[in-house]
């Protein structure tokens, strides 16, 4: 029952969109659209095959296709509706909720 | 850190030609030697890159260790793609003279803003900047 088991929801939800398309958007207002690779604990991403949504503005990534992008930057990801399954979600939270406040 | 695979791990990531975007704004270009779980950073034989517009100017910064909290994001470069078509190189004293002027623009367009919001009896500025993107 440590901290870090307590918030797996978002890092179990990640892993299973592995291989889907996603965009991120930065703090920084920079939009990345890409394959998702892999996550971990942090929420640290990484992406394949990236485009970046505005390219004039953003010249020095023209020629990066995968990225690692550190958690802590991010501030949308976003998802095709269909891939994201929000009553499995509401679930989970749910439970995860109802075991924190067991502990 | 674990090495589970599906895990999103900087090992693989060692010894190659990364670029390496700042919280500040910078562009820095190195080979990564090092990392841990904060994703700091020691980059070797590291260029500091300035784009502006579609030219741009390297710096040469040899080794650089760098806080992983000012870490956006890290892009593997494809040497094939590297030398884009698109950008043109142009000396160090150019770049930073044409990153000056652009520095001004924008804090003209910057003052004209604040300006304007002042005028309609708005708050210039309210959000939150604790970063110079």
Redesign the interface.
């Known amino acids: 029952s440590t901290d870090a088991e307590n918030k797996m929801l978002f890092y179990s939800f990640f892993?299973s969109l592995?291989g889907k398309d996603v965009v991120v958007e930065?703090?920084?207002?920079?939009s990345?659209c890409g394959t998702l690779?892999?996550?971990?604990?942090f929420l640290?991403?990484?992406f394949t095959d990236?485009t970046v949504t505005d390219p004039d503005k953003y010249?020095?990534?023209?020629?990066?296709?995968?990225?690692?992008?550190?958690g802590?930057?991010v501030r949308y990801v976003q998802l095709p509706a269909d891939e994201c399954d929000t009553q499995l979600l509401q679930d989970a939270a749910r439970k995860e909720a109802a075991q924190n406040r067991q502990r | 850190m674990n090495y589970l695979p599906g895990t999103a791990s900087l090992v693989e990531e060692i010894d190659k030609k990364l670029l390496v975007v700042l919280r500040d704004g910078r562009t820095l270009i190195g080979y990564l030697r090092s990392i841990d779980q904060f994703a700091n950073l020691v980059l070797h034989r590291t260029i500091e890159r300035i784009h502006v517009g579609k030219k741009y100017g390297d710096i040469p910064r040899g080794i650089f260790v760098v806080r992983g909290e000012n870490v956006v994001l890290l892009g593997e470069i494809d040497l094939e793609n590297e030398n884009n078509p698109q950008l043109e190189e142009v000396p160090i004293d150019d770049i930073l003279e044409m990153q000056r002027e652009e520095q001004i623009q924008k804090q003209q367009e910057e003052e004209r803003k604040k300006k304007s919001m002042l005028e309609r009896g708005l708050q210039p500025h309210s959000e939150l900047h604790d970063d110079l993107f």
């Not at chain 1, 010249?59 to 550190?70: A, T």
Request: aromatic share 4%.
């Open positions: 892993k592995v930065l703090k920084n207002d920079l990345i690779h892999s996550v971990d604990q640290n991403i990484k990236i010249p020095h990534m023209l020629s990066v296709k995968n990225c690692f992008i550190r802590s930057v």
